[in-house]
């Protein structure tokens, strides 16, 4: 069976590419078409162009992401595989409507994260099962058990669509896509682990990775985020006021995080990884 390894662009899963070999790498990108949100180096956009097929304006996760992921590249000595499904902004574009992503309805990770990786793998693998490394900690027993248990066998199985039935409407079926492993968990690797082991490394690591306004962050982290990566915090903020009945959170809008707590000064060292969201991959 081949294996791969699931990469988001944080430090753990970055650790497992360094530390344990697979015949294939994937990162799957969060893209936007707005140019408020323009990666400032054209040289680098075009890069990025080149390796996911489609054109790269910006990302809504922190702009160092990128930079992560090619410094990753040369530092495994092994190609990473990139690809990015839609934009999100047609992510949440249904028809006439916009839907924003929320905790009830996390369809984001689904659509920009699971779906792309899904696909690229059917098309690399011929639909042949793998073997599919998830950077869960030696303390996150809980989640790896979730994904477990949502498997047949040992085995993930997920819906998708090739061809079209005879209506002409799109023809689904659930196939075994991937044997999901944790090798941290078996090894005994936590956070400290990872941050001694990046400590003297030539890799450059986001403050945070995945979207900058993710929706699981508590306030106080999101109005931290607003701070160190404005231009993407913006777009967030932008989705809501184009949208008058939308949320992101249902208890405050993004507007008046951004314009919140400006009497405290927030220091990275504030937060941990309980703060700051995550994609479930």
């Given at each position: 069976?081949?294996t791969v390894n ?259 000064q927030l220091f ?14």
């Open positions: 069976m081949k699931s990469l988001s662009g944080g430090k753990t899963s970055s650790y497992i590419a360094a530390n344990y070999p697979a015949d294939a790498n994937v990162f799957s990108l969060v893209r936007t078409d707005d140019k408020d949100c323009l990666f400032e180096d054209k040289k680098i956009r075009q890069i990025v162009s080149d390796k996911i097929g489609k054109e790269f304006i910006g990302t809504l996760e922190q702009d160092t992401i990128i930079y992560t992921m090619l410094d990753l590249e040369q530092f495994i000595g092994q190609e990473i595989d990139w690809i990015s499904g839609e934009t999100f902004d047609d992510v949440i574009k249904r028809g006439d409507k916009v839907y924003l992503p929320n905790k009830i309805q996390r369809f984001c990770t689904i659509e920009m994260k699971i779906k792309p990786i899904f696909y690229w793998w059917a098309d690399k693998f011929n639909q042949e099962p793998v073997e599919m490394r998830i950077g869960f900690r030696a303390n996150e027993q809980r989640r790896a058990k979730a994904m477990l248990e949502r498997c047949i066998d040992g085995v993930e199985h997920m819906k998708g669509t090739w061809e079209k039935s005879k209506n002409g409407r799109n023809k689904w079926e659930t196939i075994p896509y991937r044997v999901p492993t944790f090798p941290l968990i078996n090894d005994g690797i936590y956070k400290d682990n990872i941050e001694k082991y990046w400590k003297d490394k030539n890799v450059r690591f986001a403050y945070a990775n995945n979207c900058v306004g993710c929706f699981h962050r508590n306030t106080i982290m999101l109005k931290h985020m607003s701070n160190k990566s404005p231009k993407q915090f913006d777009w967030f903020v932008k989705q809501e006021e184009q949208n008058n009945n939308a949320r992101f959170k249902t208890e405050i809008t993004y507007k008046q995080i951004k314009s919140s707590f400006n009497q405290f990275d060292d504030d937060f941990t990884d309980c703060d700051s969201g995550y994609c479930g991959l």
